[in-house]
């Protein structure tokens, strides 16, 4: 009978099959944790994590959330945007004034 692989075991092999289908050459990764590797691109390193999920992982609400998170991301940039033209704009007409 099949011994029966641990929850370690199969999140491992999930890890290589991913490693594998990336195409990246094993040889030139450097493990630093479990399912994290260090490669070394133009003189800058590149971390990369092979996270298996679990079961209860949803992708369409994950996608959802990163959606979510670049919409917030750009809010805040547009908001800091209009804020500095504000002041600028501010400090403008001050700078008349005072002529």
Do not use: C, N, P, W
């Not at 992708?59 to 998170?69: G, I, P, Q, R, V």
């Not at 809010?75 to 504000?86: G, N, Q, T």
Request: charged fraction near 35%; hydrophobic fraction near 50%; glycine fraction near 4%.
């Amino acid at each position: 009978m099949a011994e029966k692989l641990t929850k370690a075991q199969i999140q491992e092999s999930a890890r290589i099959k991913a490693i594998e289908a990336s195409g990246v050459d094993v040889a030139d990764m450097y493990q630093i944790d479990t399912g994290a590797f260090i490669m070394k691109i133009d003189e800058q390193f590149v971390e990369l994590k092979f996270i298996v999920k679990g079961e209860g992982f949803d992708l369409a609400d994950a996608m959802a959330a990163y959606k979510d998170k670049v919409a917030k991301a750009a809010e805040r940039v547009a908001e800091k945007a209009a804020k500095a033209a504000a002041r600028e704009a501010k400090e403008k007409a001050k700078a008349e004034k005072a002529e």
